[in-house]
């Protein structure tokens, strides 16, 4: 980048931050979501699955204008009980979800199940004329993926994948700050996301009255291998590679949606991982620590640069989130409602004495030295450019509302949806390779392009 592209990404920059406190005085609930009602009547959608996250995605669906939950399925019986309670009588319930799918009425499912389920669910759903909102990770393995988004192209389905970061008012905005210059040239992103607690470690409550007459345990295991009935790994699926995805599936994969979106980027090319079970020893066959180290290459959309992740759930500073892209001119930190820019953009002119070895030079060499000096970097700027600002989202912003909105939108409208089957793969499958890499005890070569193991 020459001095000319500097500046101009500068004034760009500069430009951007003066309208930021109006956006964020200014921002509506819902900063991207434009539904516009059908004149006839509301989006009816059944939820697949309605476990933690599935309740939490009818709680934010049913606050979208034109939108109605008319089903719910789940292989437990006080799950469905539940969505009773809370949605009322008429709500449809099953076990089945080829009961939802069969029914013309139903126009989406959101899906919430167990990893495992997802790519089967999601394209059977497909096929039969459903548009589709899925849970992250898209896929469990990372052969599932291709084919369900081949399934998306064929069906022309609308297909959103729920990682809400890519939705985000405040993700959106970091992307404005990146693209405007605000941290010079990418070099290297890190984030982190640390947990200290028992829930958040995936030690869930179990109901008393568990068992095979009130969970279906067959069904639930599917093509997973076989186990007598567990309360245990049915209701604390995520602790097993059998029908979950780990840290990497849960976790890192808001990661890499956030840094894709803000960076445009396809994928890393090169995936290390490693950790290990520390301390939650409960039964689990997932670690409880992973770091991996990611190498993206070089694209018309960004320069070359390394990726450092992390996630403890055994942390004992407290926990915490946060996703930063360093540069040759600033630092960017994204957190849930905020993004923060620090501005550190060297001199012109490298300076000299202090930790240099010109203190190291006889006098007469010191002298010729600035003299030399002096002429070569003549008008050349000797100070640091620093600055710092943050922004932030109103208080009660939303982005499971504004990607639950997109999803909705994009059923009304022409169907492009904020992260599609081929995103959302993306970012699983850099989260999947974490896995295999850690596993496996190997790095992991990925064409980001082709998305296949090299």
Not at 56 to 64: E, P
Not at 194 to 217: H, L, M
Not at 374 to 389: H, V
Request: aromatic residues 10%.
């Amino acid at each position: 980048m020459n001095e000319n592209d500097n500046n101009n990404s500068r004034r760009l920059f500069l430009k951007t931050l003066s309208g930021a406190a109006v956006l964020a005085a200014t921002l509506p609930r819902s900063a991207f979501a434009n539904i516009q009602k059908s004149a006839n009547d509301n989006i009816q959608v059944a939820a697949i699955g309605v476990g933690i996250m599935g309740l939490k995605n009818c709680a934010t669906t049913v606050t979208v204008p034109g939108v109605k939950l008319v089903a719910a399925c789940d292989l437990y019986t006080g799950r469905l009980k539940r969505a009773k309670e809370i949605y009322g009588k008429q709500l449809h319930t099953t076990a089945h979800f080829e009961d939802i799918l069969d029914n013309k009425s139903i126009d989406a499912v959101i899906i919430s199940t167990s990893d495992h389920w997802h790519d089967k669910i999601a394209m059977a759903a497909m096929k039969k004329g459903k548009a589709v909102y899925c849970e992250k990770p898209m896929v469990h393995k990372l052969e599932q993926g291709l084919p369900m988004i081949d399934v998306q192209n064929q069906t022309g389905r609308v297909c959103q994948i729920g990682s809400q970061r890519v939705s985000s008012a405040t993700y959106l905005k970091a992307k404005e700050f990146y693209e405007a210059g605000a941290i010079g040239q990418l070099v290297l992103a890190e984030a982190f996301w640390d947990r200290q607690s028992a829930n958040g470690a995936w030690q869930y409550s179990i109901p008393r009255d568990a068992s095979p007459k009130t969970v279906d345990w067959k069904r639930f295991q599917g093509d997973a291998p076989p186990h007598d009935f567990d309360p245990v790994r049915f209701f604390r699926w995520r602790n097993y590679q059998d029908y979950g995805t780990g840290i990497a599936g849960d976790l890192f994969v808001h990661l890499f949606s956030g840094l894709h979106l803000i960076t445009n980027a396809l994928g890393p090319t090169r995936i290390y991982a490693s950790g290990g079970l520390r301390y939650w020893k409960d039964g689990r066959d997932v670690p409880d620590i992973i770091t991996g180290v990611y190498d993206y290459p070089e694209t018309k959309e960004h320069p070359a640069f390394n990726l450092q992740v992390r996630v403890n759930f055994i942390d004992g500073g407290g926990g915490g989130e946060q996703i930063a892209l360093v540069g040759t001119e600033g630092k960017m930190i994204v957190r849930g409602s905020s993004v923060e820019v620090i501005r550190n953009k060297m001199p012109q002119a490298p300076g000299f004495d202090g930790w240099d070895t010109y203190s190291t030079f006889d006098k007469k060499s010191q002298e010729e030295f600035v003299r030399w000096y002096e002429k070569y970097y003549a008008g050349q700027s000797t100070q640091k450019e620093t600055s710092r600002m943050e922004w932030k989202a109103p208080a009660g912003y939303s982005d499971h509302f504004d990607h639950h909105s997109n999803f909705y939108n994009a059923i009304r409208t022409d169907g492009k949806v904020k992260e599609n089957a081929e995103f959302g793969f993306r970012a699983a499958a850099a989260a999947l390779s974490t896995n295999k890499s850690l596993f496996e005890q190997k790095i992991i070569n990925w064409d980001p392009i082709a998305m296949r193991l090299v």
